[in-house]
């Protein structure tokens, strides 16, 4: 049982508002990441962190930033939300590159009208 | 450029039968393949997965067959029970990619009663 949690679960914002997703977790992992997912289409990696003060760019583009201050803590934020911005956020963690597994948190739904 | 395809959005089976999902990847630097679960308005939970170097591995009622030469893996459910209904997420890593997973599209399986 994976011990990831996300905050808030589900969000409605009006554009140009700034709006930070919480995501921490209590396994002491070490490697955490920010996916995003329209319905019906695949995860896709937009961040990911190896570690305290490490954060890179995942494989889409996008306009959040992120910041990894504490291992347990990986926060989304968006300056300034648009319409575009309307999906689901999954933070996910996991151990080391030797387990393969990722534990995903329960997803934060985010709606910018 | 989808590296992980799941080419049947939708997929409906007879409660007692065989579940098969389907997927298919063009990089042939992906060393793990993973099989993952996903409920409405939940995360996505870790299934089942195979190594590169094995062609199936087997647990409980999950069973996963790798094709590598034909780059195709597939997911067998034996018996289909109601609660396997879910969209089922195909995931690859990246040998290159130091434990960054790329996705399927997803498919989603409805077990009939």
């Known amino acids: 049982e994976a011990d990831i949690y996300q905050t808030p679960r589900y969000l409605v914002i009006g554009t140009g508002k700034k709006i930070t997703l919480e995501c921490s977790q209590t396994?002491?992992?070490?490697?955490m990441y920010w996916y995003q997912q329209d319905p019906g289409m695949e995860l896709h990696l937009i961040h990911y962190?190896?570690?305290?003060?490490?954060?890179e760019k995942g494989d889409l583009s996008s306009e959040s930033t992120v910041s990894r201050i504490r291992t347990e803590h990986f926060p989304l934020t968006l300056e300034s939300a648009r319409p575009s911005h309307t999906s689901q956020y999954l933070c996910?963690?996991?151990?080391?590159?030797?387990?393969?597994?990722?534990?995903f948190g329960e997803g934060s739904w985010l709606t910018v009208v | 450029d989808q590296q992980v395809k799941q080419n049947s959005p939708s997929l409906s089976v007879q409660e007692g039968r065989i579940s098969i999902l389907n997927c298919d990847y063009t990089?042939?630097?992906?060393?793990?393949f993973l099989w993952y679960k996903k409920y409405p308005a939940e995360g996505p939970t870790f299934l089942i997965s195979?190594?590169?170097?094995?062609d199936k591995n087997e647990d409980g009622r999950f069973t996963v067959f790798l094709n590598k030469s034909a780059k195709h893996l597939s997911l067998h459910i034996v018996p289909s029970q109601p609660g396997d209904s879910a969209v089922y997420f195909c995931?690859?890593?990246?040998?290159?990619?130091?434990?960054?997973?790329?996705f399927g599209q997803g498919t989603r399986l409805t077990i009939n009663p």
């Open positions: 996910a963690s996991s151990v080391d590159q030797s387990r393969n597994t990722i534990y």
């Open positions: 962190s190896y570690g305290v003060n490490s954060t």
């Open positions: 396994m002491g992992h070490d490697k």
């Open positions: 995931a690859a890593r990246d040998l290159q990619g130091a434990q960054k997973l790329v």
């Open positions: 195979i190594s590169s170097i094995k």
């Open positions: 990089n042939s630097m992906f060393d793990y």
